[in-house]
């Protein structure tokens, strides 16, 4: 009988196994990849922020450092958003933090897919195809988006069919006609429906992708052609050898409730990206370091007590952490603890959902009239002359300005957690 078993090891899975093991917890991990991290969902970027919160060491898989990003409108011009980030190579994240849990005592079983769990009155059983794989007393589900364990363990899952699908293109520097800048590209256009394309320079490759409802490989190829002149098939392969990646990201905001007696969800399988990036590694990382600080609490080694480094603590903590209510009761059940410590934070409140929704419900006038104002500065130095400006020529603008101007909180939420 293992103390924790972790289902899943990505970033979320791999960090609640990490900081467990530390703990002198005996745990065994699962991943049904052969090799942790292979394939890649991911566009590979990563705000520096991300590793500062959940205090992880940057590693060779960061392979070049931007300023930040830069939200592109239809008509090229741009509103900043500056949190400094890394390209990495998202296999070697993954990898770096699952082989920690592994250095740090953890039992990993790479190629098995958890098929079921079920509970006895002792803890929860794990079964492969081939039958029982693991018993362990607290179960961590890290599954990553599409909801499979949530579900058995009588929990909410994403909505299958609200995921939003992503795909990656690799190209040679030499083989596009596009700037090398050392800023993240977003480009919002209704073209892209309720997403959008990103560029993300890397050393001697841009990794090129795309989030949208409306058919994710024609608006990828339609703007590789259009705004990198580049024919899709000059795609090159990445590293571990694949010629294109993808997947599908929540967007609609963290399922209804984080976890139920021993069972914790984190990362991608609770929901939890930021809904205006689509990023999750980061809030991923930190909701694996919830869940390992709950169940440190249940098995008695540990307080419940958010990780002192944590951004809640400082920054965002008299925005949501109090005003939210008092402290935490120390003496809540873990998993309680874990479900309102979640529902606490500012990457899970559904005004943050809302105003993505807003963001991506704009149409190119609007994009184009926001590039106008901002024209490059930063989203928190809004010229207000300009925008009163702008508001006199388009006066049918005006209902909709304040709410416009309430997006900036989120657009801070999403500074302070980069990705
Ligand atoms: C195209 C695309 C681009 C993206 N770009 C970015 C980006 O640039 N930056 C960013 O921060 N986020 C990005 N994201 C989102 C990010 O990849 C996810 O939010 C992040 O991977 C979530 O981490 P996780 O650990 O919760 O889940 P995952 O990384 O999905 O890990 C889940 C793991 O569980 C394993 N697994 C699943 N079921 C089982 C099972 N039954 N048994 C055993 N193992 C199982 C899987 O093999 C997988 O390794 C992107 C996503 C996509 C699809």
Request: aromatic share 8%.
């Amino acid at each position: 009988m293992y103390d924790v078993a972790v289902v899943g090891q990505g970033p979320a899975g791999g960090m609640a196994a990490l900081r467990l093991a530390e703990a002198g917890h005996s745990v065994v991990t699962f991943d049904r990849k052969r090799r942790v991290g292979d394939p890649v969902h991911c566009g590979e970027g990563l705000g520096k922020i991300a590793l500062k919160n959940a205090d992880y060491p940057v590693g060779d898989w960061a392979i070049r450092s931007v300023e930040g990003n830069r939200i592109r409108m239809p008509n090229g011009k741009s509103v900043g958003l500056m949190s400094p980030g890394y390209s990495i190579h998202r296999w070697g994240l993954d990898q770096s933090i699952s082989d920690d849990a592994v250095e740090a005592g953890a039992t990993r079983h790479e190629g098995v897919r958890v098929t079921k769990v079920n509970r006895d009155k002792d803890g929860w059983i794990l079964s492969s195809k081939d039958g029982e794989v693991a018993k362990a007393k607290q179960l961590v589900v890290a599954e990553g988006r599409v909801p499979n364990i949530v579900t058995q363990i009588g929990l909410q899952g994403n909505e299958k069919l609200r995921l939003l699908p992503g795909l990656q293109y690799k190209f040679k520097r030499e083989d596009v006609d596009f700037p090398d800048t050392d800023y993240f590209d977003f480009y919002i256009n209704p073209r892209y429906a309720d997403g959008y394309i990103w560029v993300f320079p890397r050393n001697d490759i841009f990794n090129v992708g795309i989030v949208a409802t409306n058919g994710a490989k024609a608006g990828l190829d339609y703007f590789c052609r259009e705004h990198m002149s580049v024919e899709p098939d000059k795609r090159v392969e990445s590293e571990i050898g694949h010629r294109q990646n993808g997947g599908l990201i929540p967007r609609d905001g963290p399922i209804p409730i984080f976890s139920t007696k021993d069972a914790y969800v984190v990362g991608d399988a609770a929901g939890l990206t930021n809904p205006i990036t689509k990023g999750g590694v980061h809030v991923g990382m930190l909701s694996g370091q919830y869940a390992a600080i709950a169940i440190q609490n249940e098995l008695g080694t540990g307080k419940l007590s958010p990780p002192s480094h944590s951004v809640n603590c400082h920054e965002l903590r008299g925005q949501y952490w109090e005003k939210s209510g008092k402290a935490l009761h120390p003496d809540l059940e873990s998993h309680i603890w874990y479900d309102r410590i979640m529902k606490r934070q500012p990457w899970t409140q559904q005004k943050f959902v809302d105003q993505s929704k807003l963001i991506y419900s704009l149409d190119k006038r609007i994009l184009n009239l926001i590039g106008e104002i901002y024209d490059g500065n930063n989203y928190s130095k809004l010229p207000w002359f300009k925008m009163l400006g702008v508001l006199v020529r388009n006066p049918d603008l005006l209902p909709m300005a304040g709410k416009l101007l309430k997006i900036k909180s989120s657009l801070k939420v999403t500074e302070t957690y980069g990705w």
